[in-house]
């Protein structure tokens, strides 16, 4: 029979394809605050489970948690192999990893080691994989030369992003990894957890090419309810920027398309724009709202852009005018692909492409 192997672990093990399946056997919460990128759950306790062992361990005794845990464990276990594990054939070599390295991942790597499958378990367990994390988006930050795409609000900057992804340029998408896109109207559904942000963004920064520049979306050091990590800030800070410059219609009419979502709910446009409320005068808030109302989503993107972003984005450029290499003027925003050649051509002139 195979013995389950201990393996150190860092954040580009975890996403390199390695194994067929990394599997969390911690409890549901546990996972579902993080886990290693890709991995599934397959809790050996639940969380009431898990409780209750923790009852019996400091109320009754040490040996007595143990042997309720090991039942608990032994079943759940049987659960897995007979239920989400059934189809994995002979050649299947699973990761597992808990909290610490453990008890609870060495009973499941002990039991799938006895089916025959080429079992290895994360020495340090998951704590292990989150300090190389902390590490990684704390300490060293980007391994690469960053280039920021900065410019207004609307200016499609994470479209020309993608596009540029697409013809082979090194990209952090950093609203993606958030999901979130950045600005007041971005949200896209639930975020992940700080600590699951900073292990996606931990795995794509360790999968970048220390010898190309790696492209990034101006931000704020907040990204909807996530921070950007200290070093990963610093790195952005501090990087050569390339300026799109666009026509306020412009900008106005693709977020009026970009936003689409939002504008299927003009009640939530409406809360949203409470929120500008300490900010501008109720006349200000009153025709943005009338504008929405009547579902003119350009004319209320143009106005929220130069009564509230633009003014906003002039403070901000203004704090890394020395960091701007270049700006690239565009009239319009209809041809993405073509904006991003703009991109592309800009970006070889500053040797950087």
Known sequence: ?????????????????????????????????????GAISLPVLNDAERAQVGTIYKQVSPFDARKVGAALVATNIARHIAGPLKDRSGGWQPLVYCWRGG???????TILAQVGWRVARVEGGYKSWRALVVRRVQELGFPAPVVVLDGNTGSAKTAILSRLAARGHQVVDLEGLANHRGSLFGAMGDQP?????????????????????????????????????????????????VTLEVPVEARAAYSARDYADIAQEPGEVGQILQKLARLHSAEQIEDWQHLADRRDWPALAESLMRHHYDPRYAKHRARY?????????????????????????????????
């Open 193 to 241: 957890s700080q600590k699951a942000f900073e292990g996606r963004l931990a795995s794509a920064l360790e999968a970048l090419d220390p010898a190309r520049p790696v492209l990034v979306e101006g931000e704020s050091s907040r990204i909807g309810e996530r921070t950007l990590p200290r070093a990963v800030w610093h790195g952005v800070a501090q990087a050569l920027r």
């Open 1 to 37: 029979m195979n013995d389950p192997t201990p393996l150190r672990l860092d954040a580009v093990n975890a996403a390199s394809g390695r194994f067929d399946d990394i599997i969390d056997v911690r409890a549901p919460s546990e996972y579902a605050e993080d886990h290693l990128p």
């Open 321 to 353: 005018a020395e960091r701007e290499a270049t700006v690239v003027p565009l009239a319009d925003l209809n041809d993405l692909d073509a904006a991003a050649g703009r991109v592309e051509d800009a970006l070889a002139r500053l040797g950087r492409a």
């Open 103 to 109: 008890q609870r991942s060495g009973a499941m790597a």
